[in-house]
T-cell receptor, first 116, second 113 residues
C-alpha cells in the first residue's frame, strides 16, 4: 500500500514554456500533498504544502506565481512550472500524507525537469 | 545549530558488514522519527518509522531512538550491494494539520561486493 506515482518521470522543454507535473496517490486518499525540489547530492527542499480543496502554502523564497500548485482531489495534485528557465532544471518530488498516517509521508518517484 | 544533523559520508563498507547510520536533533518536540532510502534518481522510500524511544526491528534493519540524547540510528545487518543508496533521517512534530518533515542531509552508503 501507500503508493504515490508521478508523471512524467522526465521532461525536456524549451525556455519560456510551461510544464505540468502530476502526482497521484494510488491506494489511499491524500489529505495533504507536498512538493519538493532536489539538486544533485543535496537533500530535499520543501517548496509547498497543499491540502485538498484549498490554496497551497509556499515556503519562503518559492515564487507562487512561478510554481502553480493545484490539489483538486484527494488523489491528485499538480505542479506547473510556468515560463520555465534553465535554472528551474531540477528533480521535483511529490509526497502524500493520509489523514490517519500521522507524520508519515510517502514519496513519488520524482520528475527530472531539464529546461534548454 | 541545524534542527537535524546527519553525517553525509560517504560511507563505504564490504558486503556483510553491519552499518550504523546516525542523526542528532535539537528540537525536543519531535515525536515521529523516520528513515528513508533514496536510490539515485528516484524518490525516497520509507524504510522505518517509530514514535517512541527504543528499538524497532524489521528484517535486517533496526531503528533506534534515544529521546533523552536526541539521537536516532539505523542499523543494517548483513549489508548487501543492493543497500547502496542515500539514507535520509526525517522527523516531525506530532499533531497539527500541516506539520512538516525535517530531513537530515542524507548519508551516501556504498556496499562493496
Amino acid at each position: 500500500g501507500a503508493v504515490v506515482s508521478q508523471h512524467p518521470s522526465w521532461v525536456i522543454c524549451k525556455s519560456g514554456t510551461s510544464v505540468k507535473i502530476e502526482c497521484r496517490s494510488l491506494d489511499f486518499q491524500a489529505t495533504t500533498m507536498f512538493w519538493y525540489r532536489q539538486f544533485p547530492k543535496q537533500s530535499l527542499m520543501l517548496m509547498a504544502t497543499s491540502n485538498e480543496g484549498s490554496k497551497a502554502t509556499y515556503e519562503q523564497g518559492v515564487e507562487k506565481d512561478k510554481f502553480l500548485i493545484n490539489h483538486a482531489s484527494l488523489t491528485l495534485s499538480t505542479l506547473t512550472v510556468t515560463s520555465a528557465h534553465p535554472e528551474d532544471s531540477s528533480f521535483y518530488i511529490c509526497s502524500a500524507r493520509e489523514a490517519t498516517s500521522g507524520g508519515l509521508e510517502f514519496f513519488g518517484p520524482g520528475t527530472r525537469l531539464t529546461v534548454l | 545549530q541545524k534542527e537535524v544533523e546527519q553525517d553525509p559520508g560517504p560511507l563505504s563498507v564490504p558486503e556483510g558488514a553491519i552499518v550504523s547510520l546516525n542523526c542528532t536533533y535539537s528540537n525536543s518536540a519531535f515525536q515521529y522519527f523516520m528513515w528513508y532510502r533514496q536510490y539515485s534518481r528516484k524518490g525516497p522510500e520509507l524504510l522505518m518509522y517509530t514514535y517512541s524511544s527504543g528499538n524497532k526491528e524489521d528484517g535486517r534493519f533496526t531503528a533506534q531512538v534515544d529521546k533523552s540524547s536526541k539521537y536516532i540510528s539505523l542499523f543494517i545487518r548483513d549489508s548487501q550491494p543492493s543497500d547502496s543508496a542515500t539514507y535520509l533521517c526525517a522527523m516531525s512534530v506530532r499533531g497539527g494539520s500541516n506539520y512538516k518533515l525535517t530531513f537530515g542531509k542524507g548519508t551516501l552508503l556504498t556496499v562493496n561486493p
